[in-house]
């Protein structure tokens, strides 16, 4: 009884998806404002907005059939109209960033520089839009209900089941979007990249729910290194891959491309580690607070203590209901030095960001990358 409440508090705590996780509000918001303005970016994305108001009008008339439900679709929707945190197109603004901190390339004579607008080729643009395309699709897609655990609190099944088949056909209308845009770009190698970091986001996503099962929270789990492996797959590889992309339709050469490719990388990794620390560094003012098995301080803090203090501190956690409590939980991981390791590595992957890119020239850009790098590490 106590193994299947774990599971479902746990599955529980993964429905809530964000779309860039979020860090330092007021700080982060004014990074991302600056970005924002150095690539003009509202105007670069006018064909993903079209595409979400018009081909998918429909799609939204019928997520309002879900209104009242606990189904996630919904919270992702409404995300996408209420983006107070700026987290938007997050990995699309990073790759204009890092296309107009690179420059044209002085190697490529096919490519003029009278075509870049704001520094950036229209390639680079639409390769910013594929990306973001396809992190929106897995975002629906991961917002799809395992039925075996719905309960009357979740709103009518026949409601969550049309939420399921929403998710699903909306997801594959994106994704086949993002892989047509992808083709018009003509360039094989950009083509073999990007297809490659969709088979690592299903892989990565794979992994993330095969860690939240029963047996992976009754047991060690994973440790801190195939944690970061498996989060790289399934929160770094895009961005990581397109920001190599980027370089590869300016024509830049290979070191560029691993430079740029690296400064993806440590981004996300340090992204995904802020993200996993909020719970754990905000005061929760006596309220419950939710947070995933397979967080990167719980990581740590279960690698620290050893298998037969987790499973101590579980049973200690368990309620008279036989349901577990949270807040116990959190105050055992804030009690050892999981937190302080997890604060480590995403300061470590935030620095790695930054050297990534000092080989680029000193400019607008540049700071705004460093600026999004430097703001992951504020907590």
Request: glycine share 6%.
């Amino acid at each position: 009884m106590f193994a299947a409440t774990v599971q479902r508090l746990s599955s529980r705590g993964q429905r809530t998806l964000s779309l860039f996780s979020s860090s330092g509000p007021s700080n982060w918001s004014k990074v991302v404002s600056d970005a924002e303005k150095i690539v003009g970016y509202p105007t670069s994305f006018m064909s993903l907005r079209c595409l979400l108001s018009d081909e998918l009008s429909n799609v939204a008339m019928h997520v309002r059939k879900l209104a009242g439900t606990q189904h996630p679709l919904l919270n992702t929707a409404r995300g996408f109209v209420y983006d107070s945190k700026n987290n938007l197109q997050m990995r699309g603004l990073v790759v204009l960033l890092i296309s107009k901190a690179a420059g044209p390339s002085h190697t490529a004579s096919d490519l003029l520089a009278q075509d870049m607008v704001s520094g950036i080729y229209p390639s680079q643009r639409n390769l910013a839009e594929i990306t973001e395309l396809i992190h929106t699709a897995f975002l629906v897609h991961r917002g799809i209900v395992d039925l075996k655990e719905w309960t009357v609190s979740d709103g009518p099944l026949k409601d969550m089941q049309f939420g399921n088949k929403m998710a699903v056909l909306s997801g594959d209308f994106l994704l086949a979007n993002a892989c047509t845009g992808l083709a018009q770009l003509d360039n094989t190698k950009v083509v073999e990249l990007i297809s490659s970091a969709i088979g690592d986001l299903v892989q990565g996503i794979y992994y993330e729910n095969s860690n939240n099962t029963e047996e992976n929270i009754l047991t060690d789990g994973v440790d801190m290194a195939t944690w970061e492996e498996q989060t790289f797959l399934s929160h770094g590889a895009l961005l990581a891959k397109s920001c190599q992309a980027a370089m590869e339709l300016a024509k830049h050469d290979k070191e560029s491309q691993r430079l740029a490719y690296k400064y993806g990388k440590h981004l996300s990794l340090g992204h995904k580690l802020n993200s996993d620390l909020q719970p754990f560094v905000k005061s929760s003012m006596g309220e419950p607070v939710a947070f995933s098995f397979s967080a990167a301080p719980v990581v740590f803090h279960r690698q620290i203590i050893g298998q037969e203090r987790w499973h101590q501190q579980l049973e200690q956690a368990r309620t008279q209901r036989n349901q577990l409590s949270y807040s116990k939980l959190l105050a055992a991981v804030k009690s050892e030095k999981g937190v302080s390791s997890a604060v480590d590595l995403c300061c470590y992957h935030g620095n790695k960001a930054l050297e990534a890119i000092q080989a680029f020239p000193s400019s607008e850009a540049r700071s705004a990358l460093e600026n999004i790098a430097s703001a992951i590490t504020k907590f």
